[in-house]
Nanobody, 125 residues
Framework: QLQASGGGLVQAGGSLRLSCSTS????????IGWFRQAPGKEREGVSCISSRGSSTYFADSVKGRFTISIVSAEKTVYLEMESLKPEDTAVYYC????????????????????WGQGTLVTVSS
């Protein structure tokens, strides 16, 4: 249902743009979340955007460095990551929550029904 892409190797201070695309889900009725899991660590929520993009959330660790946006015509949600740090290194997953509320996106992974396959982001120091 979801395809995450855009990961890669980047130096500290650099930027990457992750994409989460879907061919089957309508982003008018799903909130999209980004989560990440570093080696040996638990999965953590990074960001989310409500259906139609009215509301967003960012974890404190990425606030001010990451932005999230929807391009409805492309059925894609983008996670723009700037000023990357080595601690941002992780596999990043996007997920869809069947919640049409345009003012709410869930921070907890348990709310998300559909998951992409993950894309690896490596930030070198």
């Amino acid at each position: 249902q979801l395809q995450a892409s855009g990961g890669g190797l980047v130096q500290a201070g650099g930027s990457l743009r992750l994409s989460c695309s879907t061919s089957k889900l309508s982003l008018d009725y799903y909130a999209i979340g980004w989560f990440r899991q570093a080696p040996g660590k638990e999965r953590e929520g990074v960001s989310c955007i409500s259906s139609r993009g009215s509301s967003t959330y960012f974890a404190d660790s990425v606030k001010g460095r990451f932005t999230i946006s929807i391009v409805s015509a492309e059925k894609t949600v983008y996670l723009e990551m700037e000023s990357l740090k080595p601690e941002d290194t992780a596999v990043y997953y996007c997920a869809a929550d069947p919640n049409p509320d345009p003012y709410l996106c869930a921070k907890l992974a348990s709310a998300y029904a559909y998951w992409g396959q993950g894309t690896l982001v490596t930030v070198s120091s």
